[in-house]
């Protein structure tokens, strides 16, 4: 079992930035990949980022890409994304999400989930 717990969340204007964590605890944090996903009212859960566990190879949702950044401090079992240039579109519940063998853009192949922060971006 893998637990994962986020912050970070809140209300900012647009322009401005935000960053996540996701602490995980469980089990060796650098075996699992990683990835960021985003769910607004409404809508289906989105992709926002993945990192791997080994490689750090990164991998961003064409929304975000240049706006947002996923890091990952295995030592500290933590992967944070680091959000700039917020747009009221970017406001949603965020997720981070781990697997041990899976890093892409299909929610359902990943086996652990946190409960989620809320962004809010106001225009």
């Known amino acids: 079992q893998v637990q994962l717990v986020e912050s970070g969340g809140g209300l900012v204007q647009a322009g401005g930035s935000l960053r996540l964590s996701c602490a995980a605890s469980?089990?060796?944090?650098?075996?699992?990949?990683m990835g960021w996903f985003r769910q607004a009212p409404g809508k289906g859960r989105e992709f926002v980022s993945a990192?791997?566990?080994?490689?750090?190879?990164?991998y961003y949702a064409d929304s975000v890409k240049g706006r947002f950044t996923i890091s990952r401090d295995n030592a500290k079992n933590t992967v944070w994304l680091q959000m700039n240039s917020l747009r009221p579109e970017d406001t949603a519940v965020y997720s981070c999400?781990?697997?041990?063998?899976?890093?892409?853009?299909?929610?359902?192949?990943?086996?652990?989930w946190g409960q989620g922060t809320q962004v809010t971006v106001s225009s």
């Open positions: 990192i791997r566990g080994s490689t750090d190879n990164t």
């Open positions: 999400a781990a697997d041990r063998y899976y890093s892409g853009d299909d929610a359902w192949r990943y086996a652990y």
């Open positions: 469980g089990r060796t944090f650098s075996n699992y990949h």
